[in-house]
């Protein structure tokens, strides 16, 4: 259960990672931040191989594996200087969907593992928006202290990731209220433990990111960087709670029904 829960948090967070980059151009900031930011993504993604080596399919290590490949292909693509758009953001691309698939392809016995048709099409956009706000939360940090080493650096790429971060919990916020009407449509009856989890869920992880987005976006109008960098530092935070959280929400719920 604690290598599942872990497995699918490293995997999420590193598909938003690399589709983070498409939001930045090589012309936007330095190719170093690509290369690293691709590192970190085959740390994460061998950290959730090696959480799923005993209870994974043949398919979830294909996609692991050939992700981390392009993982070294992007880092030594970026090392070189290669700067080329269109080819960086399709290793990004081939990353991000890849690890999808390793998600879609999960642990056996887990929800995600045994999920056929349109379960599995919902489990693959649930994880896919999970992704994003992890991804896009991290990277709009780390670009923020990208301006220590280089303040001349347009604010652009900044305001770009704090946009896409909005709009991103925008989305996850429509698919985590659809998923509570769709489970109350069903007369499911929650308890102590599922309110729990719901108020910490929609408190911090949207709500709150929520409002320290807009404050992050405001700080960096004005191009005050670290202040933007200490808020975005709070909101990956609160990002994390709230997805962390959630998949608590989604197990407790999955119990509820099942056993209802």
């Given at each position: 259960m604690?290598?599942?829960?872990?497995?699918?948090?490293?995997?999420?967070l590193a598909a938003g990672l690399a589709l983070a980059l498409l939001a930045l151009p090589g012309s936007s900031i330095n190719p170093r931040f690509h290369r690293i930011q691709f590192v970190i993504?085959?740390?994460?993604?061998?950290?959730?191989?090696?959480?799923?080596?005993?209870?994974?399919?043949?398919?979830?290590?294909?996609?692991?594996?050939?992700?981390a490949g392009a993982c070294l292909v992007g880092s030594f693509f970026w090392t070189v200087r290669l700067n080329l758009a269109a080819g960086g953001a399709?290793?990004?691309?081939?990353?991000?969907?890849?690890?999808a698939l390793a998600s879609l392809h999960g642990l056996e016995?887990?929800?995600?593992?045994?999920?056929?048709?349109?379960?599995?099409?919902?489990?693959?956009?649930d994880d896919l928006s999970a992704a994003a706000v992890l991804g896009l939360s991290t990277t709009?940090?780390?670009?923020?202290?990208?301006?220590?080493?280089?303040?001349?650096?347009?604010?652009?790429?900044?305001k770009r990731l704090i946009l896409w971060l909005a709009l991103a919990?925008?989305?996850?916020?429509?698919?985590?209220?659809?998923?509570?009407?769709?489970?109350?449509?069903?007369?499911t009856v929650f308890d102590q433990l599922a309110w729990l989890w719901i108020g910490l869920r929609w408190g911090v992880g949207f709500l709150g990111a929520g409002l320290l987005c807009w404050m992050a976006w405001q700080t960096a109008r004005i191009r005050s960087t670290q202040s933007a960098t200490g808020i975005l530092y709070v909101v990956t935070i609160f990002c994390f709670?709230?997805?962390?959280?959630?998949?608590?929400?989604?197990?407790?719920?999955?119990?509820?029904?099942?056993?209802?």
């Open positions: 604690q290598a599942n829960f872990f497995e699918t948090f490293c995997l999420r993504v085959l740390g994460l993604a061998a950290a959730a191989a090696t959480l799923a080596w005993n209870n994974a399919g043949d398919l979830y290590f294909l996609g692991v594996g050939v992700a399709a290793l990004a691309v081939v990353v991000g969907l890849l690890l016995g887990s929800p995600r593992g045994s999920a056929s048709g349109l379960v599995a099409v919902l489990s693959t956009l709009a940090m780390l670009v923020g202290h990208w301006y220590l080493i280089a303040p001349t650096m347009s604010i652009d790429p900044l919990l925008a989305v996850r916020m429509l698919m985590s209220g659809g998923q509570l009407a769709v489970i109350t449509a069903a007369s709670f709230g997805e962390l959280t959630d998949q608590l929400l989604s197990e407790h719920l999955h119990t509820l029904t099942a056993g209802g």
